[in-house]
């Protein structure tokens, strides 16, 4: 009976914003768009779902399509010759893949893949560079997404050459959650290692210790943020610096 009065209180949730097949849209460049442009951009769109280690594109690719993420997180990597690779971008439902497009480029110069199961919306080049002469708007948030982007790569980059194991560890859990909303990660030590350029050893480590204190729970192919709070002054200060910007950045933003 308490809950149910405590929910009679509440204000109505707003209506979900579907596309032409029922499926919710997340993404919050769609979401933040004029209705003109949203409806005239929305029916050229089609839902896939991604299974996890999904290849959007790799180093080289011409791009064929773009993507609006709806859901889940998809890895920007940096491949080397040899087949190593480190993480140098994260995106979910705030963001886009494909911006050399939004550039007039064509080539990709990085690897993105669906790190857990995804959502997108994609659209094929084409179709994307003539919205962007229709949709103002469209074309003004997806230059402020890529400068976001430039903004948080070159912030991995610093972070991965000078901060510790532990301290990458917490900023990489906390931007996930974020854009999962959840405090639950699915993801093995051996792809962290990976996401975070270091040796599986190492993250095993800096596991044990984010454990040990209290803020994490890591189990088999899970880890689990038991205290936020706690994790966020675990971190480098490079996940606070990246939250204050892009904040600073959406208040200032035409
Ligand atoms: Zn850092």
Redesign the pocket.
């Known amino acids: 009976m308490a809950n149910k009065s405590r929910r009679s209180e509440r204000v109505p949730p707003k209506p979900p914003i579907l596309d032409g097949d029922g499926n919710h849209i997340h993404n919050e460049i769609l979401l933040g768009l004029p209705s003109t442009e949203r409806e005239f951009l929305v029916p050229k769109l089609e839902f896939m779902r991604l299974k996890t280690h999904h290849v959007l594109h790799e180093p080289g690719d011409t791009l064929k399509s773009a993507y609006f993420c709806n859901s889940g997180l998809v890895s920007i990597l940096s491949v080397f010759p040899g087949g190593k690779s480190v993480e140098v971008g994260l995106v979910g439902k705030e963001g886009f893949i494909g911006i050399p497009l939004v550039a007039g480029f064509r080539t990709a110069p990085t690897r993105a893949i669906s790190q857990i199961e995804a959502t997108v919306f994609r659209l094929s080049s084409e179709t994307l560079v003539a919205a962007l002469r229709q949709c103002p708007t469209l074309e003004r948030r997806l230059q402020q997404f890529a400068q976001i982007m430039t903004m948080q790569t070159t ?2 980059a ?3 050459r ?2 510790e194991v532990d ?2 560890l917490a ?1 990489w859990l906390l931007m996930s959650s974020d854009r999962i909303e959840s405090n639950s990660v699915p993801l093995t030590q051996e792809l962290l290692a990976q996401m975070l350029g270091t040796r599986r050893s190492s993250v095993t480590v800096a596991s044990g210790v984010l454990q040990k204190a209290g803020l994490i729970a890591h189990t088999r192919g899970d880890v689990r943020i038991i205290d936020r709070r706690k994790l966020e002054q675990a ?5 606070g610096a990246m939250r204050w910007q892009i904040d600073k950045w959406h208040s200032e933003a035409e």
């Open positions: 912030q991995i610093a972070c991965n000078h901060h301290e990458r900023r971190d480098c200060e490079c996940y």
